[in-house]
């Protein structure tokens, strides 16, 4: 069986990648760090079939001890600070792992094993005030938050390595996407995880900043399956991986409501907290070469996917469990 290492094993993406190597016969390794906080909840229905093992991006001795022992043939880098708005108050942080992070797995694999296939997780965030709508593979990068810009960083590194050692490494270039297992600091979660509250009389109102912008959504569970793809290719390259349609803030909140009948205007508050210093207004991506070169296609619609979180925010509420 082949070997697969995902870093932030424990993370939305993390976990769905998880159980989709696993079907596929993998064995998974999933490196978390050390912390005084264990969360292994998105994990506790496939803990017991997968190796997780202690690493962390900031400690590269760490990572070559690792790749050595396991010997992955596949590597997927899903670990980071992934939370733009945390981006600000911890710029320093942000651009230790979610960029110089990247530079320390990919030089690992280059000490250990260079033919290991590398996955690095980009984002949509690195296109920030976008120069071409819908945003592409070509489409020139323009930051709007160091997260975004630290994303840049890793993604230009891997390509960097790819072309320098002839390494199979690969940048994943996602959109936004979701899922019941979404960390509730992303408005997405925070927006399904405050209706159901509503509609259990646990809460009263919900505040956000800006609800016109707009966003590329889809689901977490379709967006996996191409970053196996990607590392199945015979030739490394870089894809965006989009549902080509974009939505409004505003779209989220009326389905979401919408979906225990009630109206959002009566319960929304907009609060110039939540409002970004930079804001990225609009991203949508266009998913031609994923589709043409590798077959891929998103499953779940926009609303499917807003009904499926806000119908698990309803039964994790009603069932007392505590939310991830």
């Known amino acids: 069986m082949p070997t697969a290492l995902i870093t932030g094993i424990t993370g939305q993406d ?9 079907e596929k016969g993998y064995t998974v390794i999933g490196m978390v760090r050390r912390t005084s906080t264990v969360n292994f909840h998105r994990l506790e229905h496939i803990q017991d079939k997968v190796t997780l093992v202690p690493g962390d991006l900031g400690d590269q001795v760490s990572l070559i001890h690792l790749l050595e022992e396991h010997k992955p043939e596949e590597v997927y880098n899903l670990a980071a600070q992934s939370f733009v708005q945390t981006s600000w108050n911890q710029p320093v942080f942000t651009g230790d792992v979610t960029a110089l992070g990247v530079t320390r797995m990919l030089d690992a694999i280059r000490i250990v094993d260079p033919k290991i296939r590398f996955y690095q997780a980009s984002s949509s965030e690195m296109f920030g005030k976008v120069c071409e709508v819908p945003q592409r593979e070509t489409t020139p990068l323009y930051p709007r938050s160091p997260y975004g810009v630290a994303k840049v960083y890793g993604h230009w590194i891997t390509i960097n390595y790819r072309e320098s050692y002839n390494m199979h490494a690969t940048s994943g270039i996602l959109f936004n996407h979701e ?6 600091e992303f408005v997405t979660r925070k927006i399904t995880h405050h209706v159901a509250q509503i509609k259990l ?6 505040r956000l900043g800006n609800l016109d912008a707009r966003r590329d959504w889809g689901f977490a569970g379709d967006y996996v399956k191409a970053m196996w793809l990607m590392l199945q290719q015979e030739s490394p390259d ?3 991986v989009a549902t080509g349609e974009t939505h409004s803030v505003e779209e989220f909140l009326e389905l979401a409501f919408g979906a225990v009948n009630l109206d959002w205007h009566d319960y929304v508050v907009q609060d110039p907290r939540f409002m970004r210093p930079a804001e990225v207004d609009l991203l ?31 039964k994790l509420l009603q069932e007392g469990r505590t939310p991830m």
């Open 14 to 22: 993390g976990s769905y990648l998880a159980e989709f190597l696993l």
């Open 179 to 184: 899922s019941p297992r979404r960390g509730l």
């Open 201 to 206: 009389g646990l809460a009263r109102e919900l």
């Open 238 to 240: 870089d894809y965006v």
């Open 284 to 314: 949508v991506g266009d998913p031609a070469k994923a589709g043409q070169k590798m077959g891929w296609a998103p499953v779940v619609s926009f609303p499917e996917l807003v009904q499926m979180m806000v119908a698990a925010d309803m």
